[in-house]
Each structure stands twice: as C-alpha cells, then as structure tokens.
C-alpha cells in the first residue's frame, strides 16, 4: 500500500517530502532526527511512519514510541489509533500497561520497565518523541537496552537549554522544517514581540503584564512561577476585571478541561499556567501569550512561543487568526532569541563564564522570585525583532553576546558606532521606511545601546550578503514599526 493511502488527514508538504528521506535514513541505521517547528504536525509524520514500517516486522517485534509525559502518550496512542487501529496500539506507563500490543506508547520514566515487561520481544523500531529530552542518564541507558534495530528522533529544539550541551545519542538530522517555512506554508502565523517600554516601577511585574494584556484582543495564557504564584495572579487578575483562571497538574484533568473551555468560548480573558502548556499543547484559537515568568531555559522559551502560533482550520468567534502577540516585559527574546543551531555530538568542554544578570536555568524548572521588567526603548525593540524576522526566514542575522544582558544594555562603544557608520550602505537592501530609520539611528548611534546598534549590524550584514546571492525581502515578511 503506498503511504498516505486512507489516512485519516491529508499530509502537509512538508510532511509528504519528509517520509522517504526519515525511511531512507532508517534503512541506513542512522539515528536521525527530524526537526520541525512547533505546531507544524509532528505526530502525524510519526502516525505514518508507523503505518510505514508495520508491515514489514516480524510478528514477534514491536513498535515503541517514547515521550516525555503521560498526556503526549495519550495523544500520541490517539493519534496513531486513528491510523493503524486502536487495537494495535497499546500504552505503558502507571497503571495502563499493554507490552503485547504490536504498537506501545511510553512515557519516558517507564521505558526501563517497559523494556523488561517485553521479554524476548525485539524492538524493531523506536520512536523518540521530543527528543531534546533523551539526554537524561536513565532515559539514554533505557534507550540502549531496547537495542532497537533503527531509531528516529523528533523535535521542535534539537538544542539543549545550554548552548555548551548537545544531544549526545542522535547522529544527524534527517529533515528540517522551519519556522520560515512553516510561514510560507501558513502551517504558522507570524508573531509580534512586545516589549516593556517603562513609564512605571519595574518591580511591579504584575501590574505592567496586566497593563500589556490590556491590549489584546481573544483567548491568552499567561505564564507564573510556581502552583501558588499562578492561583494568586489568576485571583489578582478577575479581582481587577481581568476574567482568569489558573490550570496546572494539582487541579483535576476535568477541571484544566473546563477552564480551557471557558477561555474559548470568552468567559475567560486568559488562564494561568505554570508548565502545562510549554510542550505538546494544542490550543490553536490562543492569540497572545504573556512570559511573565522570567524562563531561564532557551528551549523552554521557544516551546511557549509556539504555543501561540498554531493556525486555524476555520474562524473561530474571534474570526480568523493572521498573527500573533507574545509579550515579552523580560525581553526574554534579547537572551534566548527564537532560531538556533542543531546541536549533536559530543559535548564541548564547558568554559569558565563570566557572571551574568540572568543565568541558564536547568531545563524544566523556574525561578522562584520574580525578577523586576526590562525596560527596552524603542530602537532597542525594533532591531531586535528586525532580528528575529530575518532569522525565522533562515538568514544568517546574528548579534554580538546575544544573551548577555549585562552588555546590551550598556551604551554603545566608539568602535561599534564607527562600524554602523561603514556598513550602513547595506541599508539600500531594506524596504522603506526602514531604509531611512537605519541611517538615522547610524547618525546617533551614540544615544542608543550596545544592543540596539549590534542587533542592527547584524540585519545590515545579513540583508547584505543575502543581496549578493540574488535575495530580495519577500513581502510575506511583515516588517516591526519603528519611530524615529
């Protein structure tokens, strides 16, 4: 039977031209990574591959599928019931145990038992859901002792939460769909990053949040530091007549259901989350995000953003959804960015570093204390997004210490300020106003930050080498406002 064949949706293109480069890779035995941006269909592409190789193993071998929680296993067995039949797709983890099923859907914390519940079974194909949490020492040494005969791997972030780090047992990556191209496809809609322009105490993080959902229009979620933190902040919202409601893993399934209801329907204006919705949620009809918890993980603080970038199959009673908001009073987006390298392989050896203002939190925990907003003027925000615009379409941008905040937000040196003043002809490349708003900020390069006049050396010098390769600013690209 050839693939696609009665699945229960159409594939995507992206998803179409992936199959046979994954299969191929699997015939290689290369442990391959599929890397596609969030909210672009991962589970389906997966669903396939199961369709794929099913039929060609022994009756006396399984299929695994690992994730890293008990609501994607969920999910995931969904999914791929609808696909291959419910009743060959079994699950394991807690008290749901089906180790003879053809198909088994495990949480990572149980894939050790899993693999002694299986017996002399073969692992004939393994799975790696979210694969930038494979690299804890028990799930590395539970993935050895499947043996399985060929694994892929899948994942928004094939990057860990510190840039030193790599994902270790993984050898290549396979097929990558990106954030450009989840645009161009319209899989995705672009966001606006929104940034604190100051006017009042930054230490009032509550309140300036408040101040920014104010202008958002739809269904939100709002992020918080702990169980506790995002009760009270729900609490303080509908008190100051911002309907809102918390949701997080101490509540009861039902309960999380029906505050996710309320917020779509328009009873609710956002709910609070802790980590529920940083990985593998899909509430497409969100129209903004709020980061008011100061995430230290950069893998974390992509998952978040594409909670908010899903689009819509049809209008919902906000009508149709052309874009995004996500509000940033951390300026979280100056520390992690939003496109990074694939990181495979061994290690690089970890350097002494100099302090920081906000240093790497371990991937999956937070803070504790709320941290005072960033203010961040309006150059500062336009450059930056300029930024984070052309390295979603794959251009090469890049800034100088991109996640040091301690030195974006000093004044810019003499030597950066001369630099602008060289590279400025590169402005000729960009659309207008901009064109125009660049050679005014390289005329007073001396009142901005260092930040500011390096994030905007690193658009001059990608628009730049992309011209000379016949590049043109696709007017899909929707260009930040600036006023100067």
Same mark, same amino acid.
């Given at each position: 039977?050839?693939?696609?064949?009665?699945?229960?949706?159409?594939?995507?293109?992206?998803?179409?031209?992936?199959?046979?480069?994954?299969?191929?890779?699997?015939?290689?035995?290369?442990?391959?990574?599929?890397?596609?941006?969030?909210?672009?269909?991962?589970?389906?592409?997966?669903?396939?591959?199961?369709?794929?190789?099913?039929?060609?193993?022994?009756?006396?071998?399984?299929?695994?599928?690992?994730?890293?929680?008990?609501?994607?296993?969920?999910?995931?067995?969904?999914?791929?019931?609808?696909?291959?039949?419910?009743?060959?797709?079994?699950?394991?983890?807690?008290?749901?145990?089906? !180790?003879?099923?053809? =198909?088994?859907? *495990?949480?990572? #914390?149980?894939? +050790?038992?899993? @693999?002694?519940? $299986?017996?002399?079974?073969?692992?004939?194909?393994?799975?790696?859901?979210?694969?930038?949490?494979?690299?804890?020492?028990?799930?590395?040494?539970?993935?050895?002792?499947?043996? !399985?005969?060929?694994? =892929?791997?899948? *994942?928004?972030? #094939?990057?860990? +939460?510190?840039? @030193?780090?790599? $994902?270790?047992?993984?050898?290549?990556?396979?097929?990558?769909?990106?954030?450009?191209?989840?645009?161009?496809?319209?899989?995705?809609?672009?966001?606006?990053?929104?940034?604190?322009?100051?006017?009042?105490?930054?230490?009032?993080?509550?309140?300036?949040?408040?101040?920014?959902?104010?202008?958002?229009?739809?269904?939100?979620?709002?992020?918080?530091?702990?169980?506790?933190?995002?009760?009270?902040?729900?609490?303080?919202?509908?008190?100051?007549?911002?309907?809102?409601?918390?949701?997080?893993?101490?509540?009861?399934?039902?309960?999380?259901?029906?505050?996710?209801?309320?917020?779509?329907?328009?009873?609710?204006?956002?709910?609070?989350?802790?980590?529920?919705?940083?990985?593998?949620?899909?509430?497409?009809?969100?129209?903004?995000?709020?980061?008011?918890?100061?995430?230290?993980?950069?893998?974390?603080?992509?998952?978040?953003?594409?909670?908010?970038?899903?689009?819509?199959?049809?209008?919902?009673?906000?009508?149709?959804?052309?874009?995004?908001?996500?509000?940033?009073?951390?300026?979280?987006?100056?520390?992690?960015?939003?496109?990074?390298?694939?990181?495979?392989?061994?290690?690089?050896?970890?350097?002494?570093?100099?302090?920081?203002?906000?240093?790497?939190?371990?991937?999956?925990?937070?803070?504790?204390?709320?941290?005072?907003?960033?203010?961040?003027?309006?150059?500062?925000?336009?450059?930056?997004?300029?930024?984070?615009?052309?390295?979603?379409?794959?251009?090469?941008?890049?800034?100088?210490?991109?996640?040091?905040?301690?030195?974006?937000?000093?004044?810019?040196?003499?030597?950066?300020?001369?630099?602008?003043?060289?590279?400025?002809?590169?402005?000729?490349?960009?659309?207008?106003?901009?064109?125009?708003?660049?050679?005014?900020?390289?005329?007073?390069?001396?009142?901005?930050?260092?930040?500011?006049?390096?994030?905007?050396?690193?658009?001059?010098?990608?628009?730049?080498?992309?011209?000379?390769?016949?590049?043109?600013?696709?007017?899909?690209?929707?260009?930040?406002?600036?006023?100067?």
């Amino acid at each position: 039977m050839q693939p696609w064949t009665d699945a229960p949706l159409p594939p995507r293109d992206w998803q179409r031209a992936a199959l046979p480069v994954v299969v191929g890779a699997m015939r290689q035995r290369e442990a391959a990574i599929v890397s596609a941006v969030t909210g672009s269909g991962k589970s389906i592409l997966i669903a396939e591959l199961v369709s794929v190789a099913i039929s060609g193993i022994r009756d006396d071998a399984r299929i695994v599928i690992t994730t890293p929680s008990q609501a994607l296993v969920q999910q995931l067995s969904a999914t791929i019931g609808a696909r291959v039949g419910a009743d060959v797709v079994g699950m394991y983890y807690g008290k749901k145990k089906q !180790p003879s099923r053809k =198909v088994i859907i *495990t949480c990572n #914390p149980s894939t +050790a038992a899993l @693999r002694v519940a $299986l017996g002399d079974a073969r692992v004939a194909f393994l799975v790696c859901d979210e694969v930038h949490r494979t690299e804890g020492d028990s799930i590395k040494a539970a993935i050895a002792a499947l043996r !399985p005969a060929c694994r =892929v791997g899948f *994942t928004a972030t #094939p990057f860990r +939460a510190d840039e @030193r780090e790599t $994902l270790q047992i993984w050898d290549t990556i396979a097929y990558q769909y990106t954030l450009a191209d989840a645009w161009r496809d319209r899989v995705l809609v672009p966001f606006e990053p929104l940034t604190w322009s100051g006017g009042q105490d930054a230490t009032n993080v509550d309140q300036i949040c408040l101040d920014m959902m104010r202008d958002c229009e739809g269904p939100g979620v709002v992020s918080a530091l702990t169980v506790s933190d995002a009760t009270k902040y729900a609490e303080w919202l509908t008190d100051q007549g911002f309907a809102a409601e918390a949701v997080h893993s101490r509540r009861k399934r039902a309960e999380n259901a029906e505050a996710l209801r309320l917020l779509l329907s328009g009873d609710l204006r956002c709910v609070v989350h802790v980590a529920m919705l940083s990985e593998g949620v899909d509430i497409p009809s969100l129209r903004w995000i709020c980061l008011r918890r100061p995430v230290g993980s950069r893998v974390r603080f992509v998952q978040e953003v594409g909670r908010v970038l899903r689009t819509l199959a049809t209008p919902d009673t906000w009508g149709e959804k052309t874009s995004a908001k996500v509000l940033d009073p951390h300026a979280l987006f100056e520390e992690h960015g939003i496109a990074h390298p694939a990181a495979l392989g061994e290690p690089e050896p970890k350097a002494p570093q100099e302090p920081r203002l906000s240093g790497p939190i371990p991937e999956g925990t937070g803070l504790r204390e709320m941290r005072p907003a960033v203010q961040v003027d309006t150059v500062s925000s336009w450059a930056r997004r300029m930024i984070l615009v052309l390295q979603a379409e794959g251009m090469a941008a890049q800034s100088k210490y991109p996640g040091d905040a301690a030195w974006r937000r000093k004044k810019a040196s003499e030597k950066s300020r001369k630099a602008i003043g060289r590279m400025i002809w590169a402005s000729r490349y960009l659309p207008e106003p901009h064109r125009a708003a660049c050679k005014i900020i390289a005329a007073n390069a001396d009142r901005f930050r260092a930040g500011a006049v390096s994030d905007l050396m690193g658009v001059l010098i990608a628009v730049a080498d992309a011209s000379h390769r016949g590049w043109t600013w696709p007017e899909t690209i929707e260009i930040p406002a600036l006023h100067v």
